[in-house]
């Protein structure tokens, strides 16, 4: 298919965030104090109060996100979230943990939740993509700042089902977080997993 670009009002709101305004062409969002999606592990609670702006997705599709990293306290997180039925779902985005910004995803299905994130200082202030390809029961996560190479982040398994898929983001700890967004694309999914493969 060819790419295009998915208008902001296309999307429809799992928890509705205090504001939103479109600002030539990228919209601003603010997080409600609390907000945060995560199940069990470790931890022993369950969040699911995360603002996710998500359209119904195809079995086989890439979607990307692009927001800027513009935020610096803990825990604050913004990037792409995707839905599927009985309670399976999928984050992946820029996270503020141990001082710095984490580029990462968390995993969720019926054992809870699970956390995988690197560190990439490099990338505070700056703009953020995250491609997530839907194809043959999985998703492929990469990330890239700018216009940088693609890095490769997390391939998981996606069950079958209802999924949605769109821009999420979240304040587990603090009033006053807002997040830019300026992209919202949807096209083909990843060819292969390894980009350098022929």
């Excluded at 670009?5 to 409600?32: F, K, M, N």
């Excluded at 604050?76 to 580029?103: C, F, N, R, Y």
């Excluded at 700018?146 to 209802?162: I, M, Y």
């Excluded at 990843?190 to 350098?196: G, T, V």
Aim: aromatic letters at 10%.
């Amino acid at each position: 298919m060819m790419s295009r670009t998915i208008a902001w009002d296309d999307g429809v709101w799992e928890h509705q965030p205090p504001s939103q305004r479109a600002e030539g062409g990228s919209l601003l969002v603010a997080a409600r104090e609390g907000s945060d999606a995560w199940v069990d592990t470790y931890y022993g609670f369950v969040h699911d109060s995360a603002h996710a702006l998500l359209v119904p997705a195809p079995t086989s599709a890439g979607f990307e996100v692009s927001f800027l990293a513009d935020y610096d306290q803990l825990y604050d997180q913004a990037g792409l979230m995707i839905t599927a039925d009985g309670g399976h779902w999928v984050k992946s985005g820029v996270e503020i943990s141990d001082g710095v910004p984490q580029v990462g995803a968390v995993v969720t299905g019926e054992a809870g939740s699970d956390w995988s994130a690197a560190p990439v200082p490099a990338w505070a202030g700056r703009e953020v993509t995250i491609r997530a390809s839907l194809d043959r029961g999985a998703v492929i996560l990469r990330a890239r700042v700018d216009a940088e190479p693609w890095q490769f982040l997390r391939l998981a398994p996606l069950p079958a089902g209802s999924l949605r898929v769109g821009p999420y983001l979240g304040a587990p700890t603090r009033p006053g977080l807002s997040v830019t967004f300026t992209g919202f694309v949807v096209g083909d999914p990843d060819p292969q997993l390894h980009l350098e493969d022929p």
